[in-house]
């Protein structure tokens, strides 16, 4: 199993930009496609971005692209999500996963393990 603890998140207006950072440990990191969701309240968890085991290979929701980069240093076990032009839309917990296929998937179900989240809070 790999660990995964999320940071960067933090309260911001709308317009500004955050990195969020995934840092992993246990298991191997590299290799296996990973990903960022997002879960605001009363809301189900929706994908917001997913990257390959390599790095060479990304997807986005249609709501953050554009705007959001997805990028991972597999030598620091450490996954980032860097996010400009934030709205106030995208404002909810950020949590990265891990999935155990190599293939980038959009569907939770494909991931397995998880970070304890971190909050995100866009005012306008």
């Known amino acids: 199993q790999v660990q995964l603890v999320e940071s960067g998140g933090g309260l911001v207006q709308a317009g500004a930009s955050l990195n969020l950072s995934c840092a992993a440990s246990g298991r191997a990191f590299s290799g296996y496609s990973m990903g960022w969701f997002r879960q605001a309240p009363g809301d189900e968890r929706e994908f917001v971005a997913a990257?390959?085991?390599?790095?060479?290979?990304?997807t986005y929701a249609d709501s953050v692209k554009g705007r959001f980069t997805i990028s991972r240093d597999n030598a620091k076990n450490t996954m980032y999500l860097q996010m400009n032009s934030l709205k106030p839309e995208d404002t909810a917990d950020y949590y990265c996963?891990?999935?155990?296929?190599?293939?980038?998937?959009?569907?939770?179900?494909?991931?397995?393990?998880w970070g304890q989240g971190t909050q995100v809070t866009v005012s306008s």
């Open positions: 996963a891990r999935s155990t296929y190599y293939t980038i998937y959009y569907d939770p179900k494909f991931y397995k393990d």
């Open positions: 990257i390959s085991g390599s790095g060479s290979r990304t």
